[in-house]
């Protein structure tokens, strides 16, 4: 008898030189939005050992490496350090990844970090790890904010051609929050300081970062000309299953209002300008995991989004592993629902967005 394999879609790595200089940087200049610097030292970052560890001590078969909110912080601190180029970075970055991988005997899963804002350079380096290397699954950003620059989330049309080109590719990209949205800042309200300020941040701010950059890739219409793509968020998307039905109503009381007014017929999916789009009807293109959601979270997903939509997550090593792992499993394995369900959410739907036939049978008894 086999038992179905758990796959945590939620771990973060970065080489050793990039998190010594990234270490340095946030206790130097302490800068708010990268948290405290406690979050980013345990030696699991760096060391595929001390993952690997991590996973047997908690029963997952395996991780999937993907990239956390500090990962352009950390990257731009230590390429400007090493005098390296920002896709030289990268390719160094994504090559150490995936060397772990291969190392790993299966038990850790690369995905290839892209950089959208560096446009053509980036689709080459999305071609590269593919080909040459052979990852199943990009990593980005909900939204960059550079220096002197407003937030721009991943509807903008300088990052339209990586989205297009992972479609093409049919390769799924994780997304992560960036962290740099705040729901006070970022409305002109003042921000609140100090550790107020970061509790508010990972609270709440990071939710709403991620629906709003999920709503405007549906909104924009970056999903009707993308069809193909296929997109994981993080902690459950924010507040993505909350919100459906609350645009099932907008949508209906928008066709109302129209045809009241005679502008029905102007309603259509080929007119961008004065389109009415239902959020539903896009659930298709997205995937969420399971990261630091309680129970009625959870369940609320469950049913908002269906059980194919659900992707365990953890988090490691910023999330401590009796949170993120023993606490969490404990808590997907307690849900009032079929054994098949739970399969589902704890590797099954890793197993098929990812194509990781080789895990397909689970593990002995």
Not at 40 to 53: D, G, N, T
Request: aromatic share 8%; with cysteine.
């Amino acid at each position: 008898m086999s038992i179905p394999p758990v796959i945590d879609s939620h771990l973060h790595m970065l080489p050793p030189l990039v998190m010594k200089r990234y270490r340095t940087w946030v206790a130097e200049e302490r800068p708010p939005y990268e948290g405290l610097p406690g979050m980013w030292a345990s030696p699991a970052f760096e060391h595929p050992e001390e993952q690997i560890k991590a996973l047997d001590a908690a029963g997952i078969n395996a991780g999937l490496i993907t990239f956390s909110s500090n990962a352009p912080g950390a990257m731009h601190t230590t390429a400007v350090a090493e005098k390296l180029t920002g896709p030289e970075m990268v390719r160094m970055v994504n090559d150490q990844i995936i060397a772990w991988a291969k190392g790993s005997n299966g038990r850790l899963i690369a995905t290839a970090w892209v950089e959208p804002r560096f446009g053509a350079e980036a689709v080459v380096e999305m071609d590269r790890v593919l080909n040459e290397q052979g990852v199943q699954a990009f990593s980005m950003l909900t939204a960059y904010r550079g220096p002197g620059q407003p937030l721009r989330f991943l509807d903008h049309p300088l990052f339209f051609p990586v989205l297009e080109h992972a479609a093409r590719l049919n390769i799924p990209v994780f997304v992560h929050t960036s962290g740099r949205f705040n729901v006070l800042a970022d409305m002109g309200e003042p921000a609140l300081q100090g550790q107020a300020a970061m509790y508010l941040t990972g609270g709440l701010s990071m939710l709403v970062e991620s629906t709003l950059c999920l709503l405007r890739l549906t909104l924009s219409g970056v999903f009707d000309r993308l069809p193909e793509l296929r997109l994981v968020f993080g902690q459950l998307g924010g507040l993505f299953p909350f919100v459906l039905g609350r645009f099932d109503l907008i949508y209906e009381l928008v066709l109302v209002a129209a045809a009241q007014s005679g502008a029905e017929g102007k309603l259509n999916r080929q007119d961008v300008a004065t389109i009415c789009r239902r959020l539903r009807d896009y659930a298709g293109n997205i995937y969420v995991d399971t990261h630091s959601m309680d129970r009625a979270a959870l369940l609320c997903a469950l049913e908002a989004l269906g059980a194919d939509r659900l992707l365990y997550g953890s988090d490691f090593p910023v999330t401590p592993a009796h949170l993120g792992r023993h606490e969490a499993l404990e808590m997907i394995q307690a849900l009032p629902v079929s054994e098949e369900v739970k399969a589902a959410i704890l590797g099954g739907n890793a197993l098929s967005l990812l194509s990781l036939s080789r895990l397909e049978e689970g593990v002995s008894r």
